[in-house]
């Protein structure tokens, strides 16, 4: 109503004031995806929304997501300011793989390259060789096993079992887990593609791999979008976050999008697939970060300088 829009306008004039751009991920409200898109930001995955940062001129980056999005955005540019609008918004992978702990793996094997999913601290990318998003990892894994290199993978097991199934590598991998794609059930989506037997089957690969493998598309969240746009169905099962839907609609709004079966799925949680940390950010949230300065990331320069060698590694080799 009128709140949101006098909300909304506040948040536009901060914007310009400060030379700030607004870039989100796919999962977070739609109303913070309509206003990245309509003030001049980005709406992407993890891969595009750090290239759209690095390469945009604006001197502060406002990162509507997960705290590794906004570290990621700060390490590429150490010279922007980087806010977010909820500082506290984690994700299960990274608080699943501690530097301590993931360095004492690291240190076990040697002689293994390590590859480490974007969904990480800065500490555990600045220990890595290369860092990947799902929108990336099977090339640059493909890349690495054609020069015969054996492969540490963290810290996501279904992404990674994936990989190591698509590439054959030689892949040692971590035992993490997204908490929202884990919920995706083999069985109850064989069910329901019974009750739907036209529909095509769209999978984030942090999915477990009995959903995986009923997949017609396995990608990331971009990925997702472009097939819902793109492919000559007009019913689709959909396994990850339902933040996306918003896009999916935006593009292709005739066709049928159902939510893939989660198990914690009963009366009170129609659907449990969407991350309690992408929906810490709000319109609200976004104004205070703007009005009070809170927000602002830091990464340890030193940490940053090391953590952004697997970054660039990454945006190269997909450039
Ligand atoms: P994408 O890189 O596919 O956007 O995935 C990020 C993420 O956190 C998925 O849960
Ligand atoms: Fe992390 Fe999963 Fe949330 Fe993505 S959806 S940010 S992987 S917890």
Redesign the pocket.
Known sequence: GAERAALEARIRELLKAQDAVLVA???VEDALQALAESSGGYVS???DMARFGHEHPASTLIVAG?RFMGETAKILNPEKRVLMPELEAT?SLDLGCPIDRFAAFCDQHPDRTVVVY??TSAAVKARADWMV???CAADIVAHLRDQGQKILWAPDKHLGAYIKEQTGADMLLWDGA?I??EEFKGAELEALRREHPRAKVLA?P?SPASVVAQADVVG???RMVQAVRDMDADEFIVAT?RGIFHKMRQLAPGKRLIEAPTAGKSATCRSCAH?PWMAMNSLTALLHALETGAGEIHVDPVIGARARIPIERMLDFTR
């Open positions: 991920h796919y999962y995955d993890s891969l997960v994700c974007a969904n998003t799902s929108s997204c929202v794609h984030h942090e990331s969240t971009s976050d991350c």
